[in-house]
């Protein structure tokens, strides 16, 4: 079983930028994948990015050349660097891991775009 716990969340300006954090508890480097899932009101949940152990990247079209992917296999982190940040970023950011087959999810942090 993995455990997720994301930070970084916040408010910021449109245009501003915002670092999320996801430390999984265990070894991310034996993960298949984990990734940056957002649920915006009244929205389904959409893939932001995710990164294969491979090192392969996944981003979903609105964050292409924004948003920035990472993982440290020594710390068992996975990062978000969000820049020039719009309202409809607006979200719930999910963390998301793949091990074995089976899905786990992080209990999310709220990312708010507003002036």
């Known amino acids: 079983q993995v455990q997720l716990a994301e930070s970084g969340g916040g408010l910021v300006q449109p245009g501003g930028s915002l670092r999320l954090s996801c430390a999984a508890s265990?070894?991310?480097?034996?993960?298949?994948?984990m990734g940056w899932y957002r649920q915006a009101p009244g929205k389904e949940r959409e893939l932001v990015a995710d990164?294969?152990?491979?090192?392969?990247?996944n981003y979903a079209d609105s964050v292409k050349g924004r948003f920035t992917i990472s993982r440290d296999n020594y710390k068992n982190t996975v990062n978000l660097q969000m820049n020039s940040l719009k309202p409809e970023d607006t979200a719930v950011y999910y963390c998301?891991?793949?091990?074995?087959?089976?899905?786990?999810w992080g209990q999310g942090t709220q990312v708010t775009v507003s002036s």
């Open positions: 990164i294969r152990n491979g090192g392969a990247r």
């Open positions: 265990k070894n991310i480097f034996s993960l298949y994948a």
């Open positions: 998301k891991a793949v091990d074995s087959g089976i899905f786990y």
